[in-house]
């Protein structure tokens, strides 16, 4: 459960509670990927947010928006489109720009907290 803090808000990302946010079926190309999450906030003009997001195996197709994450569970092979795949695990933290088409081969159960940023707004 998040908590007021004395500059914000506090979660644990390992312990927060999540709500579905499915991987659309349309991007799923391996296994049955169920994808959970909590926005912990959002910009009043909706085009940034903070969060903690979850997502047991399988293999899925993903566009980002300007995101860092830091992965604090599980391990993921991404493919960016064009590109060599590299592995991401517990402890690392990566960038994606804008536009950046991924395939997400995730190996084991991935818990991550991230921010975004979409120039245009984002969609949830």
Do not use: Y
């Amino acid at each position: 459960m998040s908590t007021q803090a004395a500059a914000g808000i506090r979660e644990k990302v390992s312990e927060a509670k999540l709500d579905p946010f499915p991987v659309p079926a349309e991007w799923v190309i391996e296994g049955d990927p169920q994808g959970s999450a909590v926005i912990l906030w959002k910009s009043a003009d909706g085009k940034q947010c903070n969060g903690i997001w979850e997502c047991t195996p399988g293999t899925f197709n993903w566009i980002h928006t300007d995101e860092t994450a830091t992965l604090v569970a599980g391990r993921v092979t991404v493919t960016p489109e064009g590109g060599e795949p590299f592995e991401i695990a517990a402890g690392d933290v990566v960038f994606f720009p804008e536009g950046t088409k991924t395939r997400w081969q995730v190996h084991e159960t991935v818990r991550k907290s991230f921010h975004l940023h979409a120039a245009e707004g984002l969609p949830f």
